[in-house]
């Protein structure tokens, strides 16, 4: 198993820990970035990650891995892999978390919902009460990044492999804007090249 410093050095080797002003998921602003899909391009790691993850599971009945889209498609598909079960991911449909392309979650199947970082575990949320609308069971909730440092709780067991405090700002108070630093949103068609 590697360490949580081990994983972090990872992410920095890969380009994956990023510094600047970034536009957060959950409309938060943060000095720091985990952009999980440069480390999650080398197939070797998502193998190494997801697989501790997937472990930290291994005794519970899973009948199926979860995410919400975009991050976590890539996770779920390797935890899923591990614990040998199927797959599927959630995405926005008229601004809300949605079941699509067919996907379906059968009444009482135990779902593990994961997600490749986790601020305030908005998406996630939104992920469970997916699970729950469709008469599935969450058992637990997995992340390769808790950026929260531990203070997202949710209902069921829930296990990440780093857990970072990083800093985040609501946009009226945020030092970096003030100091007219650019902002950036990862991942966004804006900033491709980024």
Same mark, same amino acid.
């Given at each position: 198993?590697?360490?949580?410093?081990?994983?972090?050095?990872?992410?920095?080797?890969?380009?994956?820990?990023? $510094?600047?002003?970034?536009?957060?998921?959950?409309?938060?602003? $943060?000095?720091?970035?985990?952009?999980?899909?440069?480390?999650?391009?080398?197939?070797?790691?998502?193998?190494?990650?997801?697989?501790?993850?997937?472990?930290?599971?291994?005794?519970?009945?899973?009948?199926?891995?979860?995410?919400?889209?975009?991050?976590?498609?890539?996770?779920?598909?390797?935890?899923?892999?591990?614990?040998?079960?199927?797959?599927?991911f959630?995405e926005?449909?008229?601004?809300?978390?949605?079941?699509?392309?067919?996907?379906?979650?059968?009444?009482?199947?135990?779902?593990?919902?994961?997600?490749?970082?986790?601020?305030?575990?908005?998406?996630?949320?939104?992920?469970?009460?997916?699970?729950e609308?469709?008469?599935?069971?969450?058992?637990?909730?997995?992340?390769?990044?808790?950026?929260?440092?531990?203070?997202?709780?949710?209902?069921?067991?829930?296990? $990440?492999?780093?857990?970072?405090?990083?800093?985040?700002?609501?946009?009226?108070?945020?030092?970096?804007?003030?100091?007219?630093?650019?902002?950036?949103?990862?991942? $966004?068609?804006e900033?491709?090249?980024?």
């Amino acid at each position: 198993m590697l360490t949580q410093q081990e994983i972090l050095e990872i992410f920095k080797g890969t380009g994956a820990l990023l $510094s600047g002003h970034f536009l957060l998921t959950s409309g938060l602003h $943060s000095p720091t970035y985990f952009q999980c899909a440069k480390v999650l391009q080398y197939p070797k790691y998502a193998e190494q990650l997801c697989g501790q993850l997937a472990e930290r599971f291994r005794d519970r009945e899973i009948d199926l891995a979860i995410a919400p889209a975009i991050g976590g498609i890539v996770v779920a598909c390797e935890v899923g892999r591990r614990l040998d079960v199927r797959t599927i991911f959630a995405e926005r449909e008229a601004g809300r978390m949605a079941l699509r392309r067919g996907f379906v979650i059968h009444p009482g199947e135990k779902a593990l919902v994961v997600e490749d970082v986790i601020t305030t575990g908005g998406s996630v949320q939104e992920v469970i009460e997916v699970v729950e609308e469709n008469r599935g069971v969450v058992v637990g909730v997995g992340c390769l990044v808790d950026r929260s440092g531990g203070k997202v709780r949710f209902s069921v067991p829930f296990a $990440s492999l780093v857990q970072m405090e990083v800093v985040t700002y609501r946009p009226e108070h945020c030092p970096l804007c003030a100091k007219g630093i650019a902002l950036v949103k990862p991942g $966004s068609r804006e900033n491709a090249g980024n």
